[in-house]
């Protein structure tokens, strides 16, 4: 009796439920921005003797009246400095994560690769754009154009990177390679980033600077920095991601997952959306 070739028994038999993906996603885009604004920026401000003012869904605010100039630039670093941290830390993570259920794995990879991706992408948005963290911790340095173009140059070349590993990593998490991982891969990848842009959207929009803000500077430095979930599973094609005995990544319907990201994206959007004043 003939068999289906290995890649499309894949497809058959992994579940891939939308609405888990969507939830696993949502948390992860959620966490990511918190430790970037909360953690990264808010931790920094602490740690330096500044005043908080206010935490929103898409930034933070600080009196900087008695702050030196280099603690300011180390509050304006300390956003991609966590996420860099959250990546590296997650990587060594994941090599943890034999017998994790699919979504708590997914999660993780997630988690990760937006750490990764957001660290470095802000390098790359800040030396294109001349706006953003990096381009604050940078402010003044001459010759200026040099540092725009080191800033844009680094950044290309680290995202790049940041894209091979989490690739690598996923490959490892996900199953058998072929030609069904590589297209299931690339949906669950480009419902997440879809998920992300919802809910930055949708929580951004109730900031108290406006939807311009949203536009100009969360949208385009987050989703541009997660733009990598939109291509990078390709690369899945190449024998160097390999990974024969990989468990399958199955994530099928699991409503706590859905109902945590529910109750979690309700309290991000309602209480972070106009932002905690301080």
Request: glycine share 14%; net charge positive; with cysteine.
């Amino acid at each position: 009796m003939p068999t289906a070739p290995a890649g499309h028994a894949a497809t058959r038999t992994v579940p891939t439920d939308v609405l888990t993906v969507v939830a696993v996603s949502a948390l992860a885009f959620i966490a990511s921005n918190v430790l970037h604004e909360g953690l990264g920026h808010g931790g920094a401000c602490l740690l330096v003797g500044g005043k908080p003012l206010s935490l929103t869904a898409v930034y933070f605010d600080y009196d900087s009246a008695g702050l030196s100039d280099l603690r300011s630039r180390f509050i304006a670093a300390g956003g991609p400095i966590v996420n860099l941290i959250t990546g590296l830390a997650g990587l060594i993570a994941l090599r943890g994560m034999k017998g994790v259920p699919g979504p708590g794995r997914y999660f993780l990879w997630l988690v990760t690769t937006l750490g990764m991706f957001m660290a470095t992408g802000y390098l790359l948005f800040s030396g294109v754009g001349g706006i953003g963290d990096l381009a604050i911790v940078t402010k003044g340095l001459q010759p200026a154009w040099l540092w725009r173009v080191l800033l844009a140059l680094t950044g290309a070349a680290l995202y790049l990177l940041s894209a091979i590993v989490a690739v690598a990593e996923f490959g490892r998490i996900a199953g058998p390679p072929g030609e069904a991982l590589v297209a299931r891969a690339s949906r669950i990848t480009l419902v997440s980033y879809l998920t992300g842009a919802v809910v930055i959207c949708a929580a951004g929009i109730l900031n108290p600077q406006g939807f311009i803000f949203v536009l100009v500077s969360a949208a385009a430095s987050t989703l541009g920095g997660a733009s990598g979930l939109l291509w990078m599973m390709r690369r899945l094609w190449s024998p160097r991601f390999s990974r024969p005995g990989s468990v399958e990544l199955a994530l099928p319907r699991r409503w706590g997952w859905i109902v945590a990201s529910a109750a979690v994206l309700l309290v991000y959007v309602v209480v972070l959306g106009p932002g905690i004043r301080f």
